[in-house]
């Protein structure tokens, strides 16, 4: 009996987001003033340190496919839709695909995540409130 196929995180990163199209900074806040929802699944405490995209839906990683399930019981108002086209924000770009690939499975086909994160948009000079 073979051993089962192992991948590492970055293997599987590789593959997840080779199943859709990820966004830049500049490209996520054109989405959001077009109509897309921008979800920040950061943790409080980077939340607390860096602070926030004004508009953003803040929704907790482990909660996201509860929140966003357009059939779920308890998804957010904001969850309108599988036609829904949602930008997932982590801090790095890293969580967010992830998260985006798990949306997918879910219906959510126009999910996408932006690359580099809450950092990158940052770093683009974006809307950020102060930190807390």
Request: charged share 25%; glycine share 10%.
């Amino acid at each position: 009996m073979s051993a089962p196929d192992r991948v590492g995180i970055d293997e599987l990163l590789e593959r997840v987001r080779a199943g859709y199209t990820r966004v830049g900074p500049q490209e996520a806040y054109e989405a959001v003033r077009d109509g897309a929802l921008l979800v920040d699944i950061r943790y409080q405490a980077l939340r607390d340190r860096d602070g926030l995209i004004p508009g953003a839906l803040v929704v907790e990683r482990n909660e996201l496919e509860w929140r966003l399930d357009p059939q779920g019981s308890h998804r957010a108002v904001e969850a309108t839709s599988h036609e829904l086209r949602v930008v997932v924000v982590c801090n790095e770009g890293y969580a967010s695909s992830l998260a985006a690939v798990s949306l997918h499975a879910l219906g959510l086909h126009r999910a996408t995540d932006l690359t580099g994160g809450f950092q990158a948009w940052k770093a683009a000079g974006l809307p950020v409130t102060a930190p807390s």
